[in-house]
Nanobody, 122 residues
Framework: QVQLVESGGGLVQAGGSLRLSCAAS????????LGWFRQAPGKEREFVAR????????DYADSVKGRFTISRDKAENTVYLQMNSLKLEDTAVYYC???????????????WGQGTQVTVSS
């Protein structure tokens, strides 16, 4: 079993930056990749970024490409999401998740964190 705990969310003005962290514990060796998803009120949960646990592969949603960067520190079992040039539409609850296969689909991820709120103001 894998436990995931997100942190780093908060209130930030448009154009600003935040760095989210996802600390993993438990049987992390059973996971192939970690992903970040977000969900705004009244909207479906959407893919944001993913990274293989090895760090070799990364992928981003078109809406965040060039602004967000996913990275990992394998020794610390931590995945990060650096968010720059934040926009109002980035406001959402952000979730960290783990999967045993390379996928950007939420239902492919078996383990989820509790989520952290990111609010971007004008």
């Amino acid at each position: 079993q894998v436990q995931l705990v997100e942190s780093g969310g908060g209130l930030v003005q448009a154009g600003g930056s935040l760095r989210l962290s996802c600390a993993a514990s438990g049987r992390t060796f059973s996971s192939y990749a970690l992903g970040w998803f977000r969900q705004a009120p009244g909207k479906e949960r959407e893919f944001v970024a993913r990274i293989s646990w090895s760090g070799v592969s990364t992928d981003y949603a078109d809406s965040v490409k060039g602004r967000f960067t996913i990275s990992r520190d394998k020794a610390e079992n931590t995945v990060y999401l650096q968010m720059n040039s934040l926009k109002l539409e980035d406001t959402a609850v952000y979730y960290c998740a783990a999967t045993t296969r390379w996928s950007a689909t939420p239902n492919a991820y078996g383990y989820w964190g509790q989520g952290t709120q990111v609010t971007v103001s004008s």
